[in-house]
């Protein structure tokens, strides 16, 4: 197995933690997922922003206001 898919491994969840570092272990393993989807977000953000062509036709604040919606649910 590679040193990259040990990293992203799950070993441990919230109820069977048994120390600071397992918990350590898995928030890091969570804020590395976090940022990798948060760069391909950004991507796909950068590609509408290429397709629309303006600023102002990238904003959409009814998408802004769903997107935000879901999230909360």
Do not use: C, N
């Not at 570092?21 to 898995?26: F, I």
């Not at 969570?30 to 397709?51: N, P, Y």
Request: proline letters at 1%; zero cysteines.
């Amino acid at each position: 197995m590679s040193t990259s898919t040990l990293e992203s491994r799950r070993l441990h969840t919230s109820e069977t933690a048994q120390s600071m570092q397992d918990v350590r272990y898995e928030i890091d393993r969570l804020d590395r997922e976090l940022v990798k989807l948060l760069a391909e977000r950004q991507s796909f953000m950068d590609a509408a922003a290429r397709i629309k062509g303006s600023r102002a036709a990238v904003l959409d604040r009814p998408r802004i206001e769903d997107v935000v919606t879901k999230v909360l649910a």
